[in-house]
């Protein structure tokens, strides 16, 4: 992994951390965490990111 796409990942990680914790407050619907996600996935093409992409990381109760 290069300095940039380790960047990339971070700023993607982090960024969707805090969307998370907004879902998670009712700040903003599950549609629109999928929209911020594709939008940031876009932006910073995260490679770990990508290999969890299938992966359901929203927990409801």
Known sequence: MT???????RLYQTTMS???NLLNQGIISK???????????NKYH???GSLLFDI???QTE
Do not use: A, C, M
């Not at 300095?3 to 990942?9: A, D, I, L, S």
């Open 56 to 58: 359901d990381l929203i």
């Open 18 to 20: 805090r969307v998370k």
């Open 3 to 9: 300095k940039e796409q380790f960047r990339n990942e």
């Open 31 to 41: 549609e629109e965490y999928g929209q911020i996600d594709t939008i940031f996935r």
């Open 46 to 48: 995260p490679i770990l």
